[in-house]
C-alpha cells in the first residue's frame, strides 16, 4: 500500500519548456488534488477532481492543465514553464481525510 | 470561502515541555472535519490528528491531543513531552462535511530546543 506517489521528485526546466508531474493513489479515493507551496507559504490549491472525469480551478489555476486519467491517476501539466512556477508540488487524494504525496521540487531557470 | 487562521508564525518549546499551537477558522456550517498536518524538513505532509465537529470528545493520538472549542471556532493542538522529532511546520486544516476542499492555515513553525 503506497498511498500517494508522485513523479519526478526533482525537475529542472528551462523558460518555455513543457512537462507533465504524475501522481497516482492506491487508496480508492474519488477526489485528487494538486498544490503548490512556495518558500515560507502555505499550501496554495491549483486544481482539484472530485471524482473520476470532473476537475475544477483552485486558487492559482493560471499556466496550469490536470488531467484525471482514472481514478488513480491525477496528472498536472505545464504547457510553457515561467520561473514563476518554481516551486514544490503536492499531489493528494481524499476521502474524509487528505493524504499528500512526497512533493516534486519543480525549478524552472 | 472558509478561512483557517494560525497565528503563531513561529514557535519553540524546551525538549520534554508541553506547547500548545493555536488555530482558529471561520464556517457556517455546523458538522465539518478538522486536522492537524506536519511537515517536518523533508516536505513530506503527515497526518498528525483528526477532529470530527459532531463528536464534542476531544481527539488524542499519543503526545498530541487537541482542544476543540466548537462555539469559539478554535483548534488548538497541544504536544506534551516534545521532542526533537516534533521540529517542523505545523498546518491546520478544515474540511466541509460534505465538500471536497480542504482549507489550509499558513503554518506556524515549531523548534524544540534541546
Known amino acids: 500500500n503506497a498511498g500517494v506517489t508522485q513523479t519526478p521528485k526533482f525537475q529542472v526546466l528551462k523558460t518555455g519548456q513543457s512537462m507533465t508531474l504524475q501522481c497516482a493513489q492506491d487508496?480508492?479515493?474519488?477526489?485528487m488534488y494538486w498544490y503548490r507551496q512556495d518558500p515560507g507559504m502555505g499550501l496554495r490549491l491549483i486544481y482539484y477532481?472530485?471524482?473520476?472525469?470532473?476537475?475544477d480551478k483552485g486558487e492559482v489555476p493560471n499556466g496550469y492543465n490536470v488531467s484525471r486519467l482514472n481514478k488513480r491517476e491525477f496528472s498536472l501539466r505545464l504547457e510553457s514553464a515561467a520561473p514563476s512556477q518554481t516551486s514544490v508540488y503536492f499531489c493528494a487524494s481524499s476521502g474524509e481525510t487528505q493524504y499528500f504525496g512526497p512533493g516534486t521540487r519543480l525549478l524552472v531557470l | 470561502a472558509q478561512t483557517v487562521t494560525q497565528s503563531q508564525p513561529e514557535m519553540s518549546v524546551q525538549e520534554a515541555e508541553t506547547v500548545t499551537l493555536s488555530c482558529t477558522y471561520d464556517?457556517?456550517?455546523?458538522?465539518?472535519?478538522l486536522f492537524w498536518y506536519k511537515q517536518p524538513p523533508s516536505r513530506q505532509m503527515i497526518l498528525v490528528i483528526r477532529?470530527?465537529?459532531?463528536?464534542?470528545q476531544n481527539a488524542t493520538e499519543n503526545r498530541f491531543s487537541v482542544n476543540f472549542q466548537k462555539a469559539a471556532k478554535s483548534f488548538s493542538l497541544k504536544i506534551s513531552d516534545s521532542q526533537l522529532g516534533d521540529a517542523a511546520m505545523y498546518f491546520c486544516a478544515y474540511r466541509r462535511f460534505t465538500g471536497n476542499q480542504f482549507y489550509f492555515g499558513t503554518g506556524t513553525s515549531l523548534t524544540v530546543i534541546p
Open positions: 477532529q470530527e465537529a459532531y463528536k464534542q
Open positions: 487508496m480508492n479515493h474519488n477526489s
Open positions: 464556517t457556517s456550517e455546523s458538522d465539518y472535519y
Open positions: 477532481s472530485a471524482s473520476e472525469g470532473t476537475t
